[in-house]
């Protein structure tokens, strides 16, 4: 499978603050990436699609202008909370698009908006 | 109806027994099925993907498919302690691979 990488592992920070997490594809070029995000006892949701050389496309209720995606390189991407606030509180997950259907999780970051 | 759907649980299985894990889906036309096992704080980790119907096995686990029930299973067979985990069942929709996951079922396997 493939080997993915995130940093921070997971990070605290005051409301009203921004926060970027990075995602890198340790063992493959990924042209595109899958950011998830996974509330307390709830499955994941995805959030956006991000393409290597142009713009992310973000899912129904998620504000693009909150959650700013960059997908510098075809083995970095990163996830920008914007403005963050206690409510942005969650295990964000990155997963790389392989050339099968099958798709493999980094190891996510748990961020704590206080 | 949600998209993809599992019985939440909690399901506990005692030690040695085989634990069933059952998913229904909405979208007829899916055409990819996967379960993942999360355990609490860490991400979801792939363990079986199938994408026919009939059985797949992959040494303990056997993953079912029936898409004309629309319905997918997982058999953990010889079940250990450390198998205890949520398990999240997926459906891939569209060219884009996006997946839609289960709410999980949690599983606890009693020594």
């Known amino acids: 499978g493939a080997v993915v990488s995130q940093h921070p592992s997971w990070v605290i920070c005051k409301s009203g603050t921004s926060v970027k997490i990075e995602c890198r594809s340790l063992d493959f070029q990924a042209t595109t990436m899958f950011w998830y995000r996974q509330f307390p006892k709830q499955s994941l949701m995805l959030m956006a699609t991000s393409n290597e050389g142009s713009k992310a496309t973000y899912e129904q209720g998620v504000e693009k202008d909150k959650f700013l995606i960059n997908h510098a390189s075809l083995t970095l991407s990163t996830l920008t909370v914007t403005s963050a606030h206690p409510e942005d509180s969650s295990f964000y997950i990155c997963?790389?698009?392989?050339?099968?259907?099958?798709?493999?999780f980094g190891p996510g970051t748990r961020l704590t908006v206080t | 109806q949600k998209e993809v759907e599992q019985n939440s649980g909690p399901l506990s299985v005692p030690e040695g027994a085989i634990a069933s894990l059952n998913c229904t889906y909405s979208d007829r036309g899916s055409q990819s099925f996967f379960w993942y096992r999360q355990y609490s704080g860490k991400s979801p980790e792939l363990i079986m993907s199938i994408y026919s119907n009939g059985d797949k096995e992959d040494g303990r686990f056997t993953a079912q498919l029936n898409k004309a029930s629309q319905y997918v299973s997982l058999l953990i067979r010889d079940s250990q302690p450390s198998d205890s985990a949520t398990y999240l069942c997926a459906v891939a929709q569209g060219g884009a691979q996006k997946l839609v996951f289960g709410q999980g079922t949690r599983l606890t396997i009693n020594p």
């Open positions: 997963s790389p698009h392989t050339r099968t259907y099958e798709q493999y």
